[in-house]
């Protein structure tokens, strides 16, 4: 069993940044991939970025270049540091846990935290 617990979300303008982190129990986080996703008003939750067990990162097309997932398996965190945000980057981030890399960028994570609100201004 794994427990994710997200952190880090807040109101920031249009070009700041964030940092989001998500804290995981248990002892075998290292095992687990590792994903971010978002989910807007009114749309799906989408795919923001995911690291492998041997930290291997992918990203969305959308977020490339100014997003930067990042895991600390001593401290059991990830952590998806966020550059240049755009309004259109309001939404509710969730961080995830898989067995594999192919589940943790597609959503079909075994564990998945409650969410922590970004809202990016205008």
């Known amino acids: 069993q794994v427990q994710l617990v997200e952190s880090g979300g807040g109101l920031v303008q249009a070009g700041g940044s964030l940092t989001l982190s998500c804290a995981a129990s248990g002892r075998t986080f290292s095992s687990y991939a590792m994903g971010w996703f978002r989910q807007a008003p009114g749309k799906e939750r989408d795919f923001v970025a995911a690291i492998s067990r041997y930290s291997i990162t992918t990203y969305a097309e959308s977020v490339k270049g100014r997003l930067t997932i990042s895991r600390d398996n001593a401290k059991n965190t990830v952590s998806l540091e966020m550059n240049s945000l755009k309004p259109e980057d309001t939404a509710v981030y969730y961080c995830?846990?898989?067995?594999?890399?192919?589940?943790?960028?597609?959503?079909?994570?075994?564990?998945w935290g409650q969410g922590t609100q970004v809202t990016v201004s205008s």
């Open positions: 995830a846990a898989a067995r594999t890399t192919s589940s943790a960028s597609t959503g079909r994570a075994d564990y």
